[in-house]
């Protein structure tokens, strides 16, 4: 009786399946058949988002920066699977070269998919030279990284994939990683039935299916923007009409309800000392009026992404607001000659509007909606979340 349980065990770890780092997987792995929540399964089997946005009709029928607006088009309609399986490699260090970073290194949950960071650290522990933005809402976006070189998901995702200081891969390498899995190619079979090998399309199409379902569309400012007024304090709703006045002008970039406008603005922030001047927008368009100029962030969780501004210029909230209001080019670098957008101006707020104007930026805070982290993933490594130590990183970079 001995032998034979001894040799049962023998043979189940001989031949348990191995990830391709040669670990053992905790446990199995089978994709969610339900969409989340936010979204209905429609009958053709797709995602839809549902929001109370989708009732207005106009981006502006409520005047400047009104609340009751409407949303833009976004990405959705993949089917359930498809953005689980997404979710999986989004979290999986497998993507990168030598299997240390993934996507949610640089875009954690805890720090409003940013990553906490003036710019972000790839690979071998690589400094890049801009900060992560958020993902949230990203699949109402048309313009992605911050000189928004990227108009489709799709093409974002491939941009870390295969860049020497964020995730460092190849195709080949890339692929032949998943394919040579005890787990990815079953699941890229049931998020993609109709194929039979692992493409490169449906590893981007996976992630981009995840991505479009990091929806914050329900925080107090929301409550407040659908009739119910008690959400906001009697400061906050201060802060919000002053965010929406033709003095401080902040909403006609960051126009709601998704606190952008997804356009491109040259606003004349300085680079930190010892930082050569980055131009931005002007490479991506090849044109120099788009010089020093950046994508308009979204402002939703923006309590969770410090520090702020394209290579995180700015340390905290109030800081950046008073950016603002310091008067037309005051920190552009000498030698420059930048065509700034028109709403930068001289507003002259008080301090006590600055604070109100951060506390009300506090009401867009919003992870209802935040997807679980595995606690494994196919390839067996470490999900990166919050045990992924940046300090130690820093320190060791002598920072």
């Not at 996507?103 to 805890?110: F, G």
């Not at 007024?229 to 006045?245: C, K, M, Q, W, Y």
Request: a negative charge; aromatic letters at 10%; hydrophobic letters at 35%.
């Amino acid at each position: 009786m001995g032998y034979l349980l001894v040799t049962l065990v023998l043979l189940t770890v001989l031949f348990k399946p191995l990830s391709a780092e040669g670990t053992e997987p905790i446990a199995g792995f089978e994709l969610n058949q339900h969409c989340p929540a936010s979204f209905e399964l429609n009958e053709q089997g797709q995602c839809k988002l549902v929001s109370f946005y989708q009732m207005y009709d106009s981006v502006q029928n409520r005047g400047l920066g009104g609340t009751q607006t409407s949303l833009p088009a976004n990405r959705d309609g993949f089917t359930p699977k498809q953005i689980d399986l997404g979710r999986l490699l989004f979290f999986d260090p497998v993507l990168s070269a030598d299997h240390s970073v993934s996507c949610a290194s640089c875009h954690r949950p805890d720090k409003g998919f940013s990553d906490g960071l003036d710019t972000s650290i790839g690979i071998h522990h690589a400094k890049t030279t801009r900060s992560a933005p958020s993902l949230w809402n990203v699949a109402f976006l048309d313009k992605l990284f911050w000189d928004a070189r990227a108009t489709t998901l799709e093409q974002q995702a491939v941009g870390p994939l295969f860049d020497a200081k964020e995730m460092g891969n190849n195709p080949q390498q890339l692929l032949s990683s998943l394919q040579s899995n005890a787990y990815y190619p079953e699941l890229f079979k049931q998020a993609f039935p109709d194929t039979n090998e692992i493409d490169l399309n449906q590893l981007v199409l996976a992630l981009t299916a995840f991505q479009s379902s990091l929806i914050s569309l329900n925080s107090r400012y929301d409550h407040y923007a659908h009739g119910y007024h008690p959400a906001l304090s009697d400061n906050e709703v201060a802060g919000l009409n002053i965010f929406r006045s033709f003095v401080a002008r902040c909403a006609e970039c960051h126009q709601p309800p998704l606190f952008t406008n997804n356009q491109i603005a040259v606003i004349g922030v300085a680079e930190k000392e010892g930082v050569a001047f980055d131009i931005g927008a002007q490479q991506t368009y090849n044109a120099t009026q788009l010089r020093g100029g950046f994508k308009v962030p979204t402002l939703r969780n923006i309590t969770k992404t410090a520090p702020y501004m394209h290579a995180g210029n700015f340390s905290d909230l109030k800081e950046s607001v008073e950016f603002y209001n310091k008067g037309r080019g005051h920190a552009v670098p000498k030698g420059e000659k930048l065509q700034l957008h028109w709403h930068i101006w001289e507003p002259n707020l008080s301090a006590e509007e600055i604070d109100l104007i951060v506390e009300f930026l506090g009401s867009l805070t919003d992870e209802t909606l935040t997807p679980q982290v595995p606690k494994t993933v196919p390839s067996g490594l470490s999900p990166v979340d919050d045990s992924y130590n940046y300090q130690t990183i820093l320190v060791n970079q002598g920072e």
